[in-house]
Nanobody, 123 residues
């Protein structure tokens, strides 16, 4: 079965950086799209970024463009989210997700989800 396990969250000051990782297992992901979502307390889950495993095409939410970078390492079956210039409003639980195709931001179209990792940005 598919497993997605996030790591790398933590507490960081505004302006700092963090790199999240998502270890994927259970199938070959070469035809999949991988994504990152986040959910802050009292808010709905929101799309952050997505990447096609094959080819590397990407899609970003406007709120993170120019600050966050999504990437993947095929040899390690791992997805990354490099987060720079972090802001307090980036504070949320970050989730890794996978879908069979497409780059759209709709969470409902993602088939597999990780358990999440907490990112807290202090001002």
């Amino acid at each position: 079965q598919v497993q997605l396990v996030e790591s790398g969250g933590g507490l960081v000051q505004a302006g700092g950086s963090l790199r999240l990782s998502c270890a994927a297992s259970g199938r070959t992901f070469s035809s999949y799209t991988m994504g990152w979502f986040r959910q802050a307390p009292g808010k709905e889950r929101e799309f952050v970024a997505a990447i096609r495993w094959f080819g590397g095409s990407t899609n970003y939410a406007d709120s993170v463009k120019g600050r966050f970078t999504i990437s993947r390492d095929g040899a390690k079956n791992t997805l990354y989210l490099q987060m720079n210039s972090l802001k307090p409003e980036d504070t949320a639980v970050y989730y890794c997700a996978a879908r069979r195709s497409g780059l759209g931001p709709a969470g409902s179209e993602f088939d597999y989800w990780g358990q999440g990792t907490q990112v807290t940005v202090s001002s």
